[in-house]
């Protein structure tokens, strides 16, 4: 893959994750009764950071989780003989709660329909929205996110690489052509 052009660094993407923070807490006019839960891999890391926002808002503490969706993807036979499963860590009760489900890049929309699958199987929350780093379009579900830090309009050759210090050592945004 070639390196077509850098979309956020480090500052745009804070921005981002501090203004859909922002959004979180207005359109559920605070945040009780509420929780994150990031996707593994990068999902995880956007989750505490928005966490880590809305304390700095209303100075509530948010309880986050991990979810890995492997065993619940649609595509699972088409990636590997054997799963790689990592591990859930949602260690509260997600019944009656508000969920934000928090990925880095929303694409086909398979991912967060495997997601919601594995959240369904962890309880019944009053409600799951949405947040999602970059929106690319390109939907093959009806999958629409409550809050994007930015929209890319790409073609189908090029791919969004979301690079996060906890796991690439680095903080931006690029896209590649294949």
Not at 59 to 71: E, F, H, R, S, Y
Not at 76 to 92: A, G, R
Request: glycine fraction near 4%.
């Amino acid at each position: 893959m070639i390196e077509k052009a850098q979309i956020m660094d480090e500052k745009a993407i804070d921005r981002a994750l501090i203004r859909i923070a922002h959004e979180i807490v207005e359109k559920n006019k605070g945040v009780q009764n509420m929780a994150l839960i990031g996707i593994k891999r990068r999902g995880v890391p956007l989750a505490k950071r928005i966490a880590n926002e809305i304390y700095k808002i209303e100075n509530a503490k948010m309880n986050v989780g991990v979810l890995d969706i492997t065993l619940y993807r649609d595509d699972l036979s088409l990636l590997h003989e054997q799963p790689v499963l990592n591990s859930t860590s949602v260690d509260f009760d997600i019944t009656n709660k508000i969920i934000i489900l928090v990925d880095d890049v929303l694409y086909t929309g398979r991912t967060v329909r495997a997601a919601l699958d594995a959240i369904m199987d962890l309880g019944r929350p009053k409600a799951i929205q949405l947040a999602i780093l970059i929106d690319r379009g390109h939907r093959e579900l009806p999958i629409r996110a409550d809050y994007v830090g930015k929209n890319v309009p790409t073609s189908r050759n090029e791919v969004i690489s979301v690079n996060l210090e906890e796991v690439d050592s680095v903080n931006k945004v690029v896209i590649n052509e294949l």
